[in-house]
């Protein structure tokens, strides 16, 4: 990857790390990071989520780095990144609305992801 693709995936996790998703990206990103640096000035650069763009720019030039000498390393930010764009591209707000000429004789549910049967219970 290169560094201005890396760093243009780290600002946009950061941008989302206040959803479920970017949060979980930038805690992916956060523990690969510990696991292949360690203590050092990356780590403190990394723990704080409120990087700015010399922040980002070093983090992502590291990373950079680190993947060109280290091909597992590379396979790892490889994985990361393809998690990360799906999740920085999602969206964990909803926006349901019924409107228009709609007329509902029913029930109605509104929700992003829904998994499992709905059922409405009625009384009679």
Same mark, same amino acid.
């Given at each position: ?9 780290? &600002? ?6 206040? &959803? ?47 993947? !060109? &000498? ?21 969206? !964990? ?32």
């Amino acid at each position: 990857m290169s560094v201005p693709a890396i760093a243009a995936l780290i &600002s946009a996790v950061l941008a989302g790390t206040t &959803s479920e998703a970017g949060g979980a990206a930038w805690r992916a990103l956060v523990g690969l990071v510990r696991r292949s640096f360690g203590a050092g000035p990356l780590q403190e650069r990394i723990v704080r989520d409120d990087l700015d763009s010399t922040d980002v720019a070093f983090l992502a030039q590291a990373l950079a780095d680190r993947a !060109d &000498s280290d091909p597992a390393f590379a396979a790892a930010l490889r994985r990361w990144s393809v998690q990360a764009t799906a999740l920085a591209g999602r969206n !964990d707000s909803v926006t349901n609305q019924i409107g228009g000429d709609a007329v509902i004789e029913g029930d109605v549910i509104q929700a992003r992801d829904i998994s499992g049967p709905i059922t409405f219970g009625h009384r009679g």
